[in-house]
Nanobody, 116 residues
């Protein structure tokens, strides 16, 4: 299974962007999907989680601004980013979790640059 994120780009502070991530191939037993990000010079951090029953969770810095959603029929997870800030600049990746297996292989991220 390959993960490919896209939809990044240059956005002004306060603007919006919608990221998508497609998983090629079928994944059995997934109980959660995630969005991570890695800013320059920093470690990768978990940004948002969505479980198979639709429960969502966010890191504090994006709560109320970002929304994670998924379309299981398309093996796609989305991240709606609103009111973006300079500190949201990062490469964004998606991943999934399978109990007993862990995270999938990291795929291609998408760069989000917030700048005026």
């Amino acid at each position: 299974v390959q993960l490919q994120a896209f939809g990044g780009g240059l956005v002004q502070p306060g603007g919006s962007l919608r990221l998508s991530c497609v998983a090629s191939g079928s994944i059995s037993g997934v109980n959660a999907m995630y969005w991570y990000r890695q800013a320059p010079g920093k470690q990768r951090e978990l940004v948002a989680t969505i479980t198979t029953n639709g429960t969502t969770n966010y890191v504090g810095s994006v709560k109320g601004r970002f929304t994670i959603s998924r379309d299981s029929t398309k093996n796609t997870v989305y991240l709606q980013m609103n009111s973006v800030k300079l500190e949201d600049t990062a490469v964004y990746y998606c991943n999934y979790h399978v109990p007993g297996y862990g995270l999938g292989d990291w795929g291609t991220g998408t760069l989000v640059t917030v700048s005026s």
